[in-house]
């Protein structure tokens, strides 16, 4: 199947009236878990796996899909008008786009982070169709050894752009490693750290572990004390951003669209990296640098740009190579699996209506973010104002019937309110969870790859090294370990971090 | 902060000795051959060198990097309630059945932030409870009926 003939199949899949329903869905709920802070792209995904059961499966991708790009969008709009990161790829949006708010130009802040998502999140598809193809052939000449360096790259990425401490983030992604191997050997068949549990025997869920980890301790930190909420009261108008600003914006948008793209693609990068690289450089190439922090519309249409061309980006190590890059796309990893489809470089010759049929969805989904977050913005406001203590009921209830739903087992609700408590305690003590789910989602790829490896060397570990695409993987992943333990990087991270 | 600072590593460190004897028990195997206990082994080891490098201080967290604001262990009221409250239902779901229990525990969790409105708080809780009911039931998801067949 050639390209056009794709293009064409994948938008006739996705115009179906039942996939443009989930898309519409998929986006809907990402605006909205967007813009309420409290629960993320991963806990929603999680909480609606089970719903997704009785979808077909294009619709249940296009819908997980739309979850995690329509979150992007959502995010900025708590972060320019109520200075709260609805999303943690939101962050950067914070410093100008509520200062923008203050100086009564919430609207024009509002209009060019859609703008400038609509623009990167359709350039970031475009890449995606131009580039997946040719890698995914890349991969089908990767043989075990190379999944192996792969994975181990992946990790040490994640780790070494984890926001808090290295040692902890490695720690995390070794504890992640052990509980993925609960359960049944994979070759043996012989219970692993069961606990002589008959429930553990196929392992602990990953629904449960990420609701608990991401959904019930975002709630247990948010309960312990009330955060009250100023929204930016003033009306919103000229959502339109002026030619000034379009003159402003356009070379950000630009820019942050190709970091934010390739930032995306790296395993363990992702949004929240792209926005904050994105910002550095739009402050670096400025005229005016001192304007930054104090409502400059580059620093809104940067970073906003860079998240959603990175959540595009992201799709391609999971459809070429099978590798989720991020605990966003280990859940959509997990969708696929659920419903027996093994995304890996043979995705798009075994399931072309699915590989293209997301892709288009995709160009569709922007098109309904533009029009939920531009004229829908007020109905995004109301409800802002929604009070937590009447969100984070639903929250628990939703995360607890979504968890129960998977196998009708009051043991997953035990599993993810323990996980919610160690999360909470992760929390506490500035541990993260995305290397530890990461890790527990590449565990069992990792080992069966490793003994593969093993078996065809007799056990020779230099045939890690030895190959070349595996050789580049490990030595670019020890370079970034002793990178990382050198003063001067160390020095340098906490110079960027500052500023 | 401190305290469990120093706890978590230590905790971790007994972890990783756990796993690693129960690696060894499982069989490690050669290279060649991996046992079931290999990669097991290689993480836990690899968590007890690490958790012994975070005991020795050195995994805070960098000098000017934006840590969450702390609250400490002062508030750890309602969130303790709030992990009561979902073991309790998790108890009684297949017990009393979705509609009741979803009742007690949306009740219980509006009351933990409101505990003066708790007519308020009841009646919302019937509320939440039975708007998801017929949520889930449209979405074909299978709730328990409990003993009493409430719901059905």
Redesign the interface.
Known sequence: MDFFQGVILGFQASLQPINLLYCFIGVFIGTLIGVLPGIGPAGAMAILLPVTFHAPPLSTIIMLAGIYYGAMYGGSTTSILVNIPGEPSSVVTCLDGYQMALQGRAGPALGISAFGSFIAGTMGVFGLMLLARPLARVALKFGPPEYVSLMVLGLIILTYLTEKSLIKAMAMAALGLILSYVGLDIIGGQARFTLNIDNLMEGIGIVPLVMGLFGIAEVLQNVEVTIKRTIFKTHIKGLLPSLKDWAASIWAVIRGTVIGFFLGILPGGGAILASFVSYAVEKRVSKHPERFGKGAIEGVAGPESANNAASSGAFIPLLTLGIPANVVMAMLFAGLLIHGIRPGPLLIKDYPEIFWGVIASMYLGNVMLLALNLPLIGMWVQLLKIPFRFLFPMIILFCVIGVYSINNSVFDIGVMVVFGMVGYIMRKCDYEPAPLVLAYVLGPMLEQAMRQSLIISNGNFTIFFVRPISGVCLTVGAFLLILACTKYSRRKRTEVLKE | ?KI??RI??IF?MG??VL?GF?SIK?GIG????????F??FL??A??FI??L??LKG???????????P??GWK??L??GI??IA??V??LF??VLG?LLT?FL??SQ??F???PKKWYMNIA?GAI?AIL?FTL?KW??????TGVFHIGW
């Not at chain 2, 050669?30 to 206990?37: A, I, L, R």
């Not at chain 2, 050195?58 to 969450?68: A, F």
Request: charged share 10%; with cysteine.
């Open positions: 902060m469990l600072n978590s590593p971790l972890l990783s796993i129960g499982l050669t290279p060649g051959n991996m046992g079931p206990g990669m097991p993480a836990s690899l968590l690490l958790s490098l975070i050195l995994g805070g967290v960098d000098e000017g990097k934006k840590e969450r702390s609250t508030n750890l309602k969130p709030l992990i979902l073991c239902y998790m779901l297949n979705y979803a525990l949306m969790m509006l933990i932030s409101e919302l939440i998801s889930f979405l074909q998801v299978q709730l328990p």
